[in-house]
T-cell receptor
Framework: SQQGEEDPQALSIQEGENATMNCSYKTSINNLQWYRQNSGRGLVHLILIRSNEREKHSGRLRVTLDTSKKSSSLLITASRAADTASYFCATDVRGSTLGRLYFGRGTQLTVWP | DGGITQSPKYLFRKEGQNVTLSCEQN?????MYWYRQDPGQGLRLIYY???????QKGDIAEGYSVSREKKESFPLTVTSAQKNPTAFYLC??????????????FGPGTRLTVL
């Protein structure tokens, strides 16, 4: 399947540390997106990176994309307890005009005060 | 405020009953989606729709049905044929852009429990 896979499944760090999550996928993409989900809530879009982009920043977030390796990473710098959530990558498959995304299982990030 | 709403937040169903989950958006988005999320899992696509009066099955459509009579609304019916419906259901919408679609906006979800 096209499903993205996040790694690690769970990550536990102290406030102030950086958190890095990785995503791998299988086929060519139009773009890759990262979402955040607090427990029991809907997903919130964080950042979208297109297939012709290699790096993108948004506040404390940095996303990289390596299409040759079919992988992406999300870096959260100077983590805060409020960053505790699940993080999902999602891919928009190249050639598809249908708008559907393929989600991974997510990385559960816990940031300890 | 623009956004996407789902109701109810919690829903309890007896075995053999059909239930309908509501999803409404005022973002003027063409595309709408229904996902199912089980504990510790990612999102699995149930149905999606790009325009009014048209929708496509996702990966786990069996036991579910949808309609798209209005651009703003995309209700999901969980039928008695769905054998294990207890899950968290998420609705989303997005808009078309050059080269694909933009990001998806999600509702707050409906937690369905079968008694």
């Amino acid at each position: 399947s096209q499903q993205g896979e996040e790694d690690p499944q769970a990550l536990s760090i102290q406030e102030g540390e950086n958190a890095t999550m990785n995503c791998s996928y299988k086929t060519s993409i139009n773009n890759l997106q990262w979402y955040r989900q607090n427990s029991g809530r809907g997903l919130v879009h964080l950042i979208l990176i297109r297939s012709n982009e290699r790096e993108k920043h948004s506040g404390r977030l940095r996303v990289t994309l390596d299409t040759s390796k079919k992988s992406s990473s999300l870096l959260i710098t100077a983590s805060r307890a409020a960053d505790t959530a699940s993080y999902f990558c999602a891919t928009d498959v190249r050639g598809s005009t249908l708008g559907r995304l393929y989600f991974g299982r997510g990385t559960q990030l816990t940031v300890w005060p | 405020d623009g956004g996407i709403t789902q109701s109810p937040k919690y829903l309890f169903r007896k075995e053999g009953q059909n239930v309908t989950l509501s999803c409404e958006q005022n973002l003027n988005h063409d595309a709408m989606y229904w996902y199912r999320q089980d504990p510790g899992q990612g999102l699995r696509l149930i149905y999606y729709s790009q325009i009014v009066n048209d929708f496509q099955k996702g990966d786990i459509a069996e036991g579910y049905s949808v309609s798209r009579e209005k651009k703003e609304s995309f209700p999901l019916t969980v039928t008695s044929a769905q054998k294990n419906p207890t899950a968290f259901y998420l609705c989303a919408s997005s808009t078309r852009a050059s080269g694909g679609y933009n990001e998806q906006f999600f509702g707050p979800g409906t937690r369905l429990t079968v008694l």
